[in-house]
Protein backbone atom coordinates (compact mmCIF):
# COMPACT_ATOMS: atom_id res chain seq x y z
CA UNK A 1 0.00 0.00 0.00
CA UNK A 2 1.04 3.54 -0.91
CA UNK A 3 -0.17 6.20 1.63
CA UNK A 4 0.76 9.91 0.34
CA UNK A 5 0.43 12.65 3.48
CA UNK A 6 -0.39 16.28 2.22
CA UNK A 7 1.27 18.34 4.69
CA UNK A 8 3.02 21.93 5.25
CA UNK A 9 5.58 19.78 7.46
CA UNK A 10 6.84 16.78 5.50
CA UNK A 11 9.71 15.94 7.91
CA UNK A 12 7.58 15.44 10.85
CA UNK A 13 6.91 12.16 9.14
CA UNK A 14 10.39 11.09 8.48
CA UNK A 15 10.52 8.92 12.18
CA UNK A 16 7.60 6.91 10.83
CA UNK A 17 9.24 4.34 7.98
CA UNK A 18 12.30 4.29 10.71
CA UNK A 19 10.29 2.42 13.58
CA UNK A 20 8.90 -0.51 14.45
CA UNK A 21 6.09 -1.76 13.04
CA UNK A 22 6.00 0.45 9.85
CA UNK A 23 9.72 -0.36 9.44
CA UNK A 24 9.11 -4.21 9.00
CA UNK A 25 5.87 -2.99 7.02
CA UNK A 26 8.34 -0.92 4.82
CA UNK A 27 10.99 -3.68 4.42
CA UNK A 28 8.25 -6.41 3.35
CA UNK A 29 7.11 -3.90 0.51
CA UNK A 30 3.98 -3.68 1.83
CA UNK A 31 4.28 0.13 2.81
CA UNK A 32 5.33 3.15 1.15
CA UNK A 33 4.74 6.21 2.93
CA UNK A 34 5.23 9.67 0.63
CA UNK A 35 4.81 13.44 1.79
CA UNK A 36 4.12 16.12 -0.23
CA UNK A 37 4.77 19.65 0.74
CA UNK A 38 1.39 22.51 -0.18
CA UNK A 39 4.67 24.75 -0.30
CA UNK A 40 6.03 23.06 -3.25
CA UNK A 41 3.36 23.11 -5.71
CA UNK A 42 1.43 26.05 -4.65
CA UNK A 43 0.67 28.53 -7.30
CA UNK A 44 0.40 31.39 -4.61
CA UNK A 45 4.04 33.71 -4.75
CA UNK A 46 5.93 33.42 -1.64
CA UNK A 47 5.03 29.66 -0.80
CA UNK A 48 1.28 30.59 0.67
CA UNK A 49 -1.20 28.39 0.76
CA UNK A 50 -3.56 29.94 2.96
CA UNK A 51 -5.88 33.16 3.16
CA UNK A 52 -8.44 34.77 5.38
CA UNK A 53 -12.51 33.51 5.89
CA UNK A 54 -15.02 35.27 3.20
CA UNK A 55 -17.38 36.72 5.71
CA UNK A 56 -14.71 37.59 8.19
CA UNK A 57 -13.43 36.08 11.15
CA UNK A 58 -10.19 34.57 12.76
CA UNK A 59 -7.80 32.21 11.36
CA UNK A 60 -6.51 31.45 8.14
CA UNK A 61 -7.89 29.05 5.38
CA UNK A 62 -6.12 26.61 3.50
CA UNK A 63 -7.19 27.19 -0.65
CA UNK A 64 -9.15 24.80 -2.78
CA UNK A 65 -6.44 26.07 -5.13
CA UNK A 66 -3.54 24.88 -3.76
CA UNK A 67 -4.70 21.60 -2.58
CA UNK A 68 -5.91 21.11 -5.97
CA UNK A 69 -2.34 21.54 -7.16
CA UNK A 70 -0.53 19.88 -4.88
CA UNK A 71 -2.88 17.01 -5.88
CA UNK A 72 -2.08 17.59 -9.77
CA UNK A 73 1.65 17.78 -8.60
CA UNK A 74 1.29 14.12 -7.22
CA UNK A 75 -1.02 12.38 -9.75
CA UNK A 76 -1.31 14.97 -12.74
CA UNK A 77 -5.32 15.44 -12.64
CA UNK A 78 -7.35 15.71 -9.59
CA UNK A 79 -9.42 12.77 -10.93
CA UNK A 80 -6.54 10.53 -11.42
CA UNK A 81 -5.71 11.10 -7.41
CA UNK A 82 -6.29 7.80 -5.19
CA UNK A 83 -8.77 7.64 -2.43
CA UNK A 84 -8.54 11.06 -0.72
CA UNK A 85 -8.97 11.20 3.11
CA UNK A 86 -9.17 14.81 4.70
CA UNK A 87 -9.07 15.48 8.37
CA UNK A 88 -10.96 17.30 10.43
CA UNK A 89 -12.40 17.12 13.60
CA UNK A 90 -15.94 17.74 12.04
CA UNK A 91 -15.34 14.01 10.18
CA UNK A 92 -16.89 10.75 10.35
CA UNK A 93 -15.13 8.88 13.34
CA UNK A 94 -11.83 6.86 12.37
CA UNK A 95 -11.87 3.60 14.04
CA UNK A 96 -10.81 0.11 13.60
CA UNK A 97 -13.52 -0.71 11.10
CA UNK A 98 -12.49 2.49 9.05
CA UNK A 99 -8.62 1.45 9.29
CA UNK A 100 -9.41 -2.05 8.07
CA UNK A 101 -11.25 -0.76 5.05
CA UNK A 102 -8.78 2.23 4.35
CA UNK A 103 -5.75 -0.62 4.78
CA UNK A 104 -7.58 -2.64 1.96
CA UNK A 105 -6.52 0.62 -0.67
CA UNK A 106 -3.59 0.16 -2.92
CA UNK A 107 -2.95 3.61 -2.61
CA UNK A 108 -4.17 6.22 0.18
CA UNK A 109 -3.89 10.45 0.04
CA UNK A 110 -4.47 11.85 3.56
CA UNK A 111 -4.36 15.46 3.52
CA UNK A 112 -3.61 17.51 6.60
CA UNK A 113 -5.05 21.08 7.57
CA UNK A 114 -3.64 23.70 9.29
CA UNK A 115 -5.18 27.18 11.10
CA UNK A 116 -9.29 26.91 10.30
CA UNK A 117 -8.88 24.10 7.95
CA UNK A 118 -9.49 24.14 4.24
CA UNK A 119 -11.69 25.78 1.98
CA UNK A 120 -15.40 23.55 2.12
CA UNK A 121 -14.83 23.05 -1.55
CA UNK A 122 -11.80 21.08 -0.69
CA UNK A 123 -14.30 19.05 1.06
CA UNK A 124 -16.87 18.81 -1.28
CA UNK A 125 -15.07 18.02 -4.91
CA UNK A 126 -11.50 17.26 -4.13
CA UNK A 127 -12.15 14.80 -0.77
CA UNK A 128 -13.26 11.04 -0.91
CA UNK A 129 -13.64 11.07 2.98
CA UNK A 130 -13.66 14.04 5.50
CA UNK A 131 -12.06 11.95 8.93
CA UNK A 132 -11.72 12.68 12.28
CA UNK A 133 -9.99 10.80 15.16
CA UNK A 134 -11.98 12.26 17.73
CA UNK A 135 -13.67 15.10 19.27
CA UNK A 136 -11.33 17.31 20.29
CA UNK A 137 -9.10 20.37 18.49
CA UNK A 138 -5.69 19.47 17.19
CA UNK A 139 -3.63 22.25 15.78
CA UNK A 140 -3.44 20.85 12.72
CA UNK A 141 -3.87 17.24 10.57
CA UNK A 142 -0.40 16.20 11.14
CA UNK A 143 -0.71 14.24 14.25
CA UNK A 144 -4.76 12.80 13.00
CA UNK A 145 -2.76 11.56 9.98
CA UNK A 146 0.49 9.87 12.05
CA UNK A 147 -2.15 7.97 14.00
CA UNK A 148 -3.75 6.79 11.06
CA UNK A 149 -0.72 5.47 9.13
CA UNK A 150 -0.12 3.73 12.21
CA UNK A 151 -3.43 2.06 12.67
CA UNK A 152 -2.89 1.10 8.91
CA UNK A 153 0.55 0.10 8.50
CA UNK A 154 0.35 -2.06 11.38
CA UNK A 155 -2.23 -4.24 9.31
CA UNK A 156 0.36 -4.42 6.90
CA UNK A 157 1.92 -7.96 5.69
CA UNK A 158 4.98 -8.23 7.31
CA UNK A 159 4.12 -5.32 10.03
CA UNK A 160 3.95 -7.49 13.25
CA UNK A 161 6.19 -10.41 14.02
CA UNK A 162 2.45 -11.97 14.02
CA UNK A 163 -0.37 -11.73 12.48
CA UNK A 164 -2.59 -13.72 15.28
CA UNK A 165 -1.86 -10.02 17.17
CA UNK A 166 -3.90 -8.88 15.07
CA UNK A 167 -7.09 -11.31 14.84
CA UNK A 168 -7.57 -11.01 18.85
CA UNK A 169 -6.97 -7.51 19.69
CA UNK A 170 -9.28 -4.90 20.72
CA UNK A 171 -12.23 -4.06 18.52
CA UNK A 172 -11.07 -7.02 15.87
CA UNK A 173 -14.12 -9.23 14.56
CA UNK A 174 -13.00 -12.13 16.92
CA UNK A 175 -13.78 -10.28 20.11
CA UNK A 176 -17.25 -9.20 18.79
CA UNK A 177 -15.84 -5.17 18.59
CA UNK A 178 -14.72 -5.39 22.74
CA UNK A 179 -11.43 -4.14 24.37
CA UNK A 180 -8.85 -6.98 24.71
CA UNK A 181 -8.65 -8.63 28.19
CA UNK A 182 -5.89 -7.01 30.35
CA UNK A 183 -2.23 -8.64 30.35
CA UNK A 184 0.41 -9.75 33.79
CA UNK A 185 3.90 -10.55 33.52
CA UNK A 186 6.84 -11.06 35.29
CA UNK A 187 7.23 -10.54 38.56
CA UNK A 188 4.36 -12.61 39.86
CA UNK A 189 4.62 -10.14 42.70
CA UNK A 190 5.13 -6.47 42.80
CA UNK A 191 4.97 -4.03 45.60
CA UNK A 192 2.55 -6.35 46.61
CA UNK A 193 0.21 -6.24 43.80
CA UNK A 194 -0.13 -9.76 42.88
CA UNK A 195 -1.52 -11.47 39.26
CA UNK A 196 -4.52 -12.76 39.36
CA UNK A 197 -4.19 -16.68 40.39
CA UNK A 198 -5.51 -18.33 37.16
CA UNK A 199 -3.00 -16.66 35.02
CA UNK A 200 -0.47 -18.66 37.02
CA UNK A 201 -1.95 -21.91 37.40
CA UNK A 202 -1.01 -23.55 34.22
CA UNK A 203 -4.63 -24.43 32.78
CA UNK A 204 -5.29 -23.11 30.03
CA UNK A 205 -9.05 -23.65 29.28
CA UNK A 206 -9.17 -21.87 32.89
CA UNK A 207 -7.12 -18.98 31.11
CA UNK A 208 -9.05 -18.92 28.24
CA UNK A 209 -12.66 -18.30 30.04
CA UNK A 210 -10.88 -15.70 32.14
CA UNK A 211 -10.07 -13.69 29.53
CA UNK A 212 -12.74 -14.15 27.45
CA UNK A 213 -15.16 -13.02 30.54
CA UNK A 214 -12.78 -9.65 30.82
CA UNK A 215 -13.33 -8.82 26.90
CA UNK A 216 -14.94 -5.41 27.65
CA UNK A 217 -16.85 -2.61 25.64
CA UNK A 218 -15.44 0.43 26.53
CA UNK A 219 -11.87 1.60 27.77
CA UNK A 220 -9.61 -0.52 29.95
CA UNK A 221 -10.32 2.18 33.00
CA UNK A 222 -14.40 0.56 32.68
CA UNK A 223 -12.92 -2.97 33.77
CA UNK A 224 -11.01 -1.78 36.77
CA UNK A 225 -13.01 -2.75 39.48
CA UNK A 226 -14.60 -0.09 41.51
CA UNK A 227 -13.79 2.65 39.09
CA UNK A 228 -17.29 2.54 37.28
CA UNK A 229 -17.52 6.12 38.78
CA UNK A 230 -14.25 7.53 38.13
CA UNK A 231 -13.75 7.01 42.23
CA UNK A 232 -12.03 3.56 43.10
CA UNK A 233 -13.38 2.70 46.20
CA UNK A 234 -11.13 -0.01 46.80
CA UNK A 235 -13.17 -2.65 47.84
CA UNK A 236 -11.07 -6.22 47.36
CA UNK A 237 -14.91 -7.79 47.74
CA UNK A 238 -15.14 -6.20 44.62
CA UNK A 239 -12.52 -7.03 42.59
CA UNK A 240 -12.15 -10.51 41.19
CA UNK A 241 -8.89 -9.41 39.31
CA UNK A 242 -7.13 -9.51 43.30
CA UNK A 243 -4.72 -12.38 43.29
CA UNK A 244 -3.22 -13.93 46.24
CA UNK A 245 -1.16 -11.65 46.89
CA UNK A 246 -3.29 -8.99 46.93
CA UNK A 247 -2.56 -6.72 44.06
CA UNK A 248 -5.88 -3.99 43.04
CA UNK A 249 -6.65 -1.20 40.48
CA UNK A 250 -7.14 1.48 42.90
CA UNK A 251 -3.64 0.71 44.60
CA UNK A 252 -2.12 0.10 41.45
CA UNK A 253 -2.92 3.56 40.73
CA UNK A 254 -2.35 5.07 43.87
CA UNK A 255 1.02 4.02 44.12
CA UNK A 256 2.42 6.05 41.23
CA UNK A 257 4.99 8.76 42.73
CA UNK A 258 3.51 11.48 40.72
CA UNK A 259 -0.24 10.61 40.86
CA UNK A 260 -2.43 12.80 42.19
CA UNK A 261 -5.59 11.03 44.16
CA UNK A 262 -8.00 13.61 43.35
CA UNK A 263 -7.68 14.39 40.16
CA UNK A 264 -7.77 10.98 38.43
CA UNK A 265 -11.65 11.04 37.05
CA UNK A 266 -10.72 8.06 35.38
N1 LIG B 1 -7.54 18.40 12.73
C1 LIG B 1 -7.75 19.08 13.88
N2 LIG B 1 -8.36 18.32 14.78
C2 LIG B 1 -8.58 17.10 14.19
C3 LIG B 1 -9.18 15.91 14.61
N3 LIG B 1 -9.73 15.77 15.84
N4 LIG B 1 -9.21 14.87 13.76
C4 LIG B 1 -8.69 15.01 12.51
N5 LIG B 1 -8.10 16.12 12.06
C5 LIG B 1 -8.05 17.16 12.89
Redesign the pocket.
Known sequence: MRIDVFTLFPEWFDWMERSRPLRNAHAAGSLELCTFDYRTTTPLRGGRVDDTPYGGGPGMVIRVDVVAAALEGAYGATSRAPRVVV???R?RP?DDAMARELAGEDQLAIL??RYE?FDERVHAHLASDT???????????EI?AMAIVDALGRRLPGALGNDASLEQESFSPALGGGTEHPHYTRPPEFRGWGVPEVLLSGHHGEVERWRRDRVGSGPAVALQPGREEGQGDGDPDRDPDRGALGGDADRRADARPDHDPESDAG
Open positions: LSPGFCGGVSIGPYVLSGGA
